[in-house]
């Protein structure tokens, strides 16, 4: 009975350790979305025309421009105290001074 006892508590262990590693792969998915999305939509628009028959090279043109967006957006160093900001310098507008300050 004892035994029976421990393997259900391991069992429930093991379950909390699933669901928190799902969780951090559900949270990185949707950051690496976020940062790419733009990218992945305007690949798959163009290869769709091109599958289609149709000339895709507008939409494989913008989503080279998503990446270069991107690719800049990655590259910022990003801190608490500058996260206001972020889309700002990230859509190319005037980074001032937020309700934060800096520092």
């Known amino acids: ?5 421990f393997r259900n508590k391991f069992s429930g262990q093991g379950m909390t350790e699933y ?3 799902v969780a951090l792969i559900a949270v990185a998915a949707i950051a690496v979305y976020q940062l790419f999305g733009k990218t992945v939509r305007n690949q798959t628009a163009g290869i769709a025309q091109e599958v289609a028959g149709q000339d895709g090279s507008t939409a494989i ?3 080279g421009k998503a990446a270069s967006a991107a ?4 590259s910022q160093d990003t801190t608490l105290s500058t996260y206001g900001n972020q889309k700002g310098k990230a859509t190319g507008g005037a980074g001032g001074g937020g309700a934060g300050g800096g520092g």
């Open 19 to 21: 669901i928190i590693i």
């Open 1 to 5: 009975m004892q035994s029976r006892m």
């Open 61 to 63: 043109a913008e989503a």
């Open 71 to 74: 690719s800049t957006a990655a």
